[in-house]
């Protein structure tokens, strides 16, 4: 091949040249016929040598932890070697669930820099395995894997629990839930047996619905809210048999709960069971729901009396209903009761002449220690039941037909009960919170109440607020049952039109909470009917603080239902809440939610002003009410219902209790 060397002049300069000349092209095209020749020349193709094998290289700095719990965070450092670009490192995550593995604050980082990785807020079961790999950016093939295991705090509830929760279906019938579930410390669920009571919309009727717990799993986090699923067989049940709560974690013992499946909507509770023994004595009982024969809201309660091994004969028991705001009191009651299974059920037959629409009612009842039992009606598995209805009995022990006059009921007292408003049938549209002292001799004293009903128009408003003081007297049957008429009077302000609440209060004594039927407003006018049930703490003496932390349930209603579960700490010194909600809002579960609010200075009685805040209450920010039982818990209560200046048409109640951190240092 040859070139020939000529100069060019370009701006004074002389610059030399190279030519390539045609026999290049020439040999491309010799080269190329070649190829698809069978004679002539042979021509030596000779193909370039492979590049030299990678000499890059990365290790960890100091060897990543395996484990870390779910509150913390792990660092990673890596270096590469024989990188002359010093390109770094690349980092990634990887998991079962490629949508929550958790974070890394880079995901590129020089040579000998390093990574934090923030685990997931949440995952299914009580651990997570993710895998954090680092490449040398020069040569991915180039990389190293730590595994790592993060894990969450379900070693803090470990045994066999007791569920209750109350709400609505989708239908936005009364829905009830009671059982129990074995947990086994490591965020499985393990076994147990439920009750529900809902709207099938398949066989078109209220059923009940009893069936096995097959498995699940449960989630706790380091600020005490957590999550647990319950698988069944039973596709009516929850999401094609999986039914979803969400929780917070009071102490080992005890969470709040709320369900939150798109079929679903309920609060309650969750207590660890103590006791699987055969319960005996009296029991002060209340339930409500829907009575089929007519159905109408229905609730009842009263005492009944174990006074022999599996028999209620009928002496110091005794029953009153509201149905649809009518009474119908003091009724004899006698029934039967079933050896426990091997989770602490019993069945309960009950037997009530007086009722008007059904006689008979079959519950079962979940024990939970000697005291508390949860009852669900499970009656109705074939829709000719007596009703549904769901609560809970609370055991009167050695006090059991000792009440004997007014001083069985004593001191001061936080009453709590919900409901329907009778001007529709929706549940949970009646909220009525107070507190008042007894004296022992049959008077009331320092009395209020903040009582709403959502839909009653007895005041010219969308709603009814009564928001006074009040005295009053009270009446202890001569039964020695423990069965008690409050009268609260003298109302001030006086509401327009006026108030006569018919409460029925059932203690239990030794220090134990009554219970209470509401009996309605059963004046001639019938100002403010419903039908309701709740309970009563003794209250503790003042002063009262507002501090630490605590986790709240609620439930609001504003023609659907919002139920939820959260977190909530006190700034004392500057009178502001914050923390986490979640909620089920109009069967669209959400979680993670911020909250803020504001609260006032418990006064004497235990009654304080203040707010809270979040994008997934039906009314943001709502006022409300606290009464405190004591330091530690209370209830609070919406208070804006028929706000001159801003009515939110919103019922809100709730419970809030004081918390135990799930490990040193948790939040």
């Not at 590469?80 to 890394?104: E, F, I, Q, R």
């Not at 009928?314 to 009191?329: I, K, R």
């Not at 039992?373 to 609560?391: A, M, R, Y």
């Not at 993670?592 to 304080?608: E, H, L, Q």
Request: a negative charge; hydrophobic letters at 35%; charged letters at 10%.
């Amino acid at each position: 091949m040859t070139w020939l060397r000529h100069t060019t002049v370009s701006a004074g300069f002389v610059v030399p040249t190279k030519r390539w000349g045609l026999p290049l092209l020439a040999a491309a095209m010799m080269a190329a016929l070649a190829g698809c020749g069978g004679g002539g020349s042979t021509f030596n193709v000779q193909n370039p040598p492979p590049p030299p094998a990678s000499t890059v290289a990365i290790a960890f700095q100091a060897a990543p932890p395996t484990s870390i719990a779910i509150n913390t965070t792990a660092t990673l450092t890596a270096t590469v070697t024989n990188d002359p670009s010093n390109a770094g490192v690349d980092w990634s995550l990887s998991c079962k669930n490629t949508a929550n593995c958790g974070a890394l604050n880079a995901q590129h980082t020089a040579s000998g820099g390093s990574v934090t990785f923030t685990p997931p807020a949440s995952f299914a079961g009580n651990s997570d395995a993710i895998n954090i790999v680092a490449y040398a950016t020069a040569d991915h093939t180039q990389n190293i894997v730590a595994p790592l295991i993060v894990s969450a705090f379900g070693s803090s509830l470990r045994g066999t629990y007791v569920l209750q929760a109350q709400g609505v279906d989708v239908s936005l019938q009364p829905y009830q839930f009671a059982g129990v579930i074995v947990l086994d410390g490591n965020g499985g669920v393990t076994s147990g047996e439920q009750t529900i009571n809902f709207f099938d919309q398949n066989i078109g009727y209220q059923t009940s619905k009893i069936d096995s717990v097959t498995g699940g799993s449960y989630f706790l986090g380091a600020d005490g809210r957590g999550t647990i699923t319950i698988n069944t067989s039973d596709p009516d049940v929850g999401q094609n048999g999986v039914e979803t709560f969400s929780f917070v974690s009071l102490s080992p013992a005890q969470a709040l709960i709320a369900e939150t499946d798109f079929n679903e909507s309920a609060t309650g509770t969750m207590d660890l069971q103590t006791s699987k023994l055969a319960p005996a004595g009296g029991y002060a009982f209340v339930v409500s729901g829907t009575d089929l024969a007519t159905a109408s809201p229905v609730a009842f309660g009263g005492i009944f009396n174990i006074d022999s091994p599996n028999a209620i004969s009928g002496a110091g028991s005794v029953a009153d209903q509201n149905l649809a705001g009518t009474l119908t009191l003091k009724q004899t009651l006698s029934g039967t009761l079933s050896t426990p299974d091997s989770f602490g059920a019993v069945t309960l037959m009950l037997t009530i002449p007086g009722f008007p629409t059904a006689t008979t009612f079959q519950f079962t009842g979940y024990v939970v220690d000697p005291t508390r039992i949860k009852l669900i009606e499970s009656d109705n598995s074939t829709g000719s039941g007596s009703g549904s209805t769901g609560g809970v009995a609370i055991g009167q022990g050695s006090a059991t037909g000792t009440f004997a006059d007014t001083g069985s009921l004593s001191g001061p007292y936080v009453f709590a009960v919900v409901g329907t408003d009778l001007a529709g049938v929706t549940p949970s549209t009646f909220t009525s919170v107070g507190l008042f002292t007894a004296d022992g001799a049959g008077n009331l004293a320092n009395g209020f109440t903040d009582t709403f009903l959502q839909q009653n128009g007895a005041q010219g408003n969308p709603g009814s607020q009564i928001s006074a003081a009040f005295s009053g007297t009270y009446a202890v049957d001569p039964t020695r049952t423990g069965r008690v008429r409050p009268v609260f009077a003298h109302f001030s302000p006086f509401p327009k039109p006026g108030f006569s609440p018919k409460f029925i209060f059932y203690l239990t004594g030794n220090g134990n909470p009554a219970l209470v039927l509401d009996g309605s407003d059963t004046t001639s006018a019938i100002n403010y009917p419903s039908v309701g049930t709740g309970i009563a703490y003794p209250q503790s003496a003042a002063p009262f603080t507002f501090g630490g932390d605590y986790g709240f349930s609620f439930t609001q209603q504003n023609g659907t239902e919002n139920d939820g579960t959260g977190v909530i700490t006190p700034n004392s010194s500057a009178n502001t809440l914050s923390g986490t909600v979640d909620a089920n809002s109009a069967f669209n579960p959400t979680s993670n939610n911020p909250a803020t609010g504001t609260f006032g200075t418990p006064d004497s009685k235990g009654r304080f002003s203040g707010t809270l805040a979040s994008s997934i209450f039906d009314f943001s920010p709502f006022a409300m009410e606290y009464y405190a039982i004591d330091s530690n818990r209370g209830f609070f209560v919406e208070t804006d219902l028929v706000n001159p200046t801003a009515p939110s048409g919103v019922v809100t109640f709730g419970y809030y209790a004081a918390r135990i951190p799930v490990c040193p240092g948790c939040p």
